[in-house]
């Protein structure tokens, strides 16, 4: 904007615009600066990754990822040496530290139940809060206000106060373990949340569109699904991401009724062990991956996101 | 199209009366108009013949057959809303579709799309088609609601106040385009407004709703003329018409129960008592209208105000403690001036008795 332009008194000078601008660089910066932390050092050595003073510059390795994805023996230096050509960059480095790949590691498994649970999980909050919100939105519910109240309340626990009822439930019901008992646990924490974000969208839209549409010949239900949804897509993405960022991360509940076959990324990745303690480079080999799917699904859905933090302070 | 009637229809919402005890019968290709205050029942009303509310007790019929407790999607109506409504994730074009595209009809696209092009053509919306339904200006959108509603063949168009939020020139036009559509299709319609001006020049037929009951039924005319008491004969004319009681003008007859009469402003004859015309008489500076009536009642009144509207204007004056308003010439103010003393007479006044009822 040029200096000359007319300005409105609620509109802030080009000083305070440029020093608003670089403070939330800055502060963008700081924030930043653990996640740069964790994807250099999965690009470190082992000893580099410990060294003290810490290292900045540093020779970059994939040794990380592929202790990240594989499990290995140490041998002799005569073994190492009578084998073949090594096929594959990780096979090189490994034999460098005079170990064998033996075989894969439960990474990827752990990750796959990541995705597994927590998308599966956040699908069922949303079609679920939906309809919940849908119904508060739009019909007299007795006790709405109450049941709306104890709908929220199932969220102000801490997961660690009923971790031990859970952990007895779930193992009476064959339920630890499990995907299917992750997801359900994830569905009923984050359905109180999908309820109350998707009701404040639900009744923002005017329920003329349905009445109209009940009017031209349609269902209730077909209303819904031709009118309503389609406008409360913002809501119900800005709704998805928040319970998948949940469902994705979630830590105390995951370590604490899953060891084996369910287990997700989170309680896996403090646990991979190298030589002489924790590999910290494939740690942070892990974490960057494990950050990538939650990075893009942010990034697609950024607007809707921004919208429904703002939501209730903004109005069209 | 068909014939729409209730039958002692009634409706509370929690203490609230909306509806009580509503008749009215709509003969097939009427123009009825629901008059009345905000809260009267008009659009409760219309949502009860749609099927959006239930009625608390009697009889909804369309068309001859017993509606009371079908869906809106079985009742073969359509509704034009007051904030248009249109499907804002939609083209006009497929806001026109929309209500052809349900399960209730079986059309193929070809017949849609006639019938779209068609309707397009009638409420002159033809050229924006492709637009988004949120790109159109408020006047186009209101097209684009009547059409949405003129695109099937229902029992009856219900109509909410669907002019209202459009500014003065745009509802103007409007309104005579509607009666326009209204008598080339011989529709049944029920059209709700607050808006007298609407309801005088599109309606068959006016009913006078007020606190959730029909007060008056009848053609324009019949409701202007022979008001059934002060509020229905308040409801029309404008100015409204000025009520005073029965003993601010001496020594008029009356009837026996009368306590307040109701002048209407072309009833009401200003006369200059300074100047006095070419024939001798006092000079007529309001409604010039036959000197000699044996039901006329003179006196004198203050001129307090004048406003200026241009092709007339409107004198504020008091008869004693009491106000009156009526229309003047629009050179009046270069005859007489606020605070000048004018002489005032009244004819054809309608008289009501305490309870306001017509006597």
Redesign the interface.
């Known amino acids: 904007m040029s200096s000359n332009a007319a300005h409105s008194v609620v509109e802030p000078s080009n000083t305070s615009k440029s020093v608003a601008s670089i403070l939330v660089v800055l502060y963008a910066l700081i924030t930043m600066i653990p996640l740069f932390w964790i994807v250099i050092t999965g690009f470190k050595s082992p000893p580099d990754s410990i060294s003290y003073p810490p290292k900045i510059v540093f020779e970059p390795t994939l040794e990380g990822y592929c202790n990240l994805f594989t499990t290995r023996s140490r041998q002799t230096r005569e073994y190492v040496a009578a084998l073949g050509p090594p096929e594959g960059i990780c096979e090189e480095i490994t034999r460098k530290r005079q170990m064998v790949i033996v075989g894969k590691s439960n990474y990827w498994p752990r990750f796959q139940n990541s995705l597994i649970i927590a998308f599966g999980s956040t699908i069922l909050a949303v079609f679920l809060g939906t309809l919940t919100a849908y119904g508060f939105s739009r019909f007299k519910v007795p006790l709405a206000d109450d049941l709306l109240f104890f709908i929220l309340s199932t969220r102000m626990m801490p997961p660690i106060a009923v971790a031990v009822p859970i952990y007895l439930m779930y193992r009476k019901l064959g339920l630890s373990d499990t995907a299917l008992g992750m997801i359900l646990l994830y569905t009923a924490v984050n359905v109180s949340l999908a309820v109350w974000l998707l009701k404040g969208f639900m009744d923002e839209i005017p329920r003329e569109y349905e009445e109209a549409a009940m009017i031209d010949g349609y269902t209730r239900l077909q209303s819904f699904w031709k009118v309503v949804l389609p406008q409360a897509t913002t809501g119900i993405a800005a709704t998805a991401i928040f319970c998948l960022i949940f469902a994705w991360n979630e830590y105390a509940f995951a370590v604490l009724l899953t060891s084996g076959s369910a287990q997700t990324a989170p309680p896996f990745i403090p646990t991979i062990i190298g030589e002489g303690g924790l590999d910290w480079p494939a740690v942070a080999a892990g974490t960057t991956i494990f950050v990538v799917p939650i990075l893009v699904f942010t990034i697609l859905l950024r607007k809707q996101l921004l919208r429904g933090i703002t939501f209730g302070a903004v109005r069209k | 199209m068909a014939d729409v009637s209730l039958r002692s229809v009634s409706k509370r919402f929690g203490k609230v009366s909306a509806i009580t005890e509503l008749s009215i019968d709509i003969a097939d290709g009427e123009f009825v108009v629901l008059l009345g205050p905000t809260g009267a029942g008009k659009s409760t009303t219309l949502r009860l013949i749609?099927?959006?509310e239930k009625p608390d007790q009697g009889t909804v019929f369309i068309g001859g057959q017993d509606m009371t407790t079908s869906?809106?999607?079985q009742?073969d109506?359509?509704?034009v809303?007051q904030?248009y409504?249109l499907?804002?994730?939609l083209s006009v074009r497929d806001n026109l579709a929309?209500?052809l595209k349900?399960?209730?009809?079986d059309l193929n696209a070809v017949q849609i799309n006639a019938r779209v092009e068609y309707v397009a053509q009638l409420v002159q919306i033809d050229h924006k088609l492709d637009n988004r339904s949120t790109a159109l200006s408020g006047g186009e959108m209101q097209r684009v609601a009547i059409g949405?509603a003129l695109v099937?063949d229902p029992a009856i168009f219900l109509m909410d106040e669907p002019l209202s939020s459009l500014d003065a020139k745009l509802r103007g036009d409007l309104r005579v385009e509607l009666k326009r559509i209204q008598t080339e299709l011989g529709a049944t319609l029920l059209y709700v407004t607050h808006d007298q001006i609407e309801a005088m020049t599109m309606a068959d037929r006016i009913g006078i709703l007020n606190d959730g009951q029909l007060v008056q039924l009848g053609t324009p005319r019949e409701i202007y003329e022979n008001p059934l008491n002060i509020h229905v004969a308040a409801r029309l004319g404008q100015p409204t018409i000025n009520l005073l009681p029965v003993q601010a003008i001496a020594g008029i007859k009356a009837p026996d129960l009368a306590s307040i009469m109701g002048i209407r402003t072309e009833h009401l004859d200003v006369m200059d008592t300074q100047t006095t015309g070419t024939s001798g008489a006092p000079d007529a500076i309001g409604r010039d209208l036959p000197q000699s009536d044996a039901s006329a009642l003179d006196t004198v009144a203050k001129l307090d105000r004048v406003e200026f509207l241009g092709d007339q204007n409107r004198l504020h004056l008091s008869i004693g403690e009491h106000r009156l308003v009526t229309l003047g010439d629009g050179d009046i103010e270069y005859r007489v001036q606020p605070g000048s003393t004018l002489h005032v007479r009244a004819r054809n006044a309608l008289y009501f008795d305490e309870a306001g009822n017509r006597v």
């Open positions: 749609a099927g959006l869906a809106p999607s009742r109506v359509s509704f809303f904030q409504s499907y804002p994730h929309f209500p349900s399960p209730a009809h949405r099937r």
